[in-house]
């Protein structure tokens, strides 16, 4: 079973492979949604961009990006930047171990945003 470590609630759960991570997230307690995305976000359909993550190791034991998550995160600002590992929780299937940042802030002044 694939383990899913969440960093900053320092928190482990194993989940089925194939785990929807928003759905196992939830399931464990682990907030994903800033602020008043909590009440206001898409339930999972990919489309408010408010469970973003960070994917900071195990990538490749996820799914690959789809076509409404791609087109979601192009119009993102957060997106930019963080290309190779964020991800949106919503529309990532678990199929091996991962460790996760949930509500990566928006790095305005990093180094690729204004390049
Ligand atoms: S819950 Fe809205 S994009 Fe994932």
Known sequence: ???ITFTNEKKEIQVPAGANLRKEAIRAGVQLYPGVHQV???HGF???GSCRVLVTKGMENCSKRGLM????MA?????????????LACQ?????DITVTT???LNLFGENFFS
């Open 1 to 3: 079973m694939p383990t």
């Open 40 to 42: 206001v976000n898409c």
């Open 46 to 48: 990919g489309q408010c």
């Open 69 to 72: 998550e791609s087109a979601r």
């Open 75 to 87: 119009v993102s600002l957060a997106y930019i930047g963080n290309e190779s590992q964020m991800r």
């Open 92 to 96: 990532t299937k678990v199929n091996g």
């Open 103 to 105: 509500k990566p802030p």
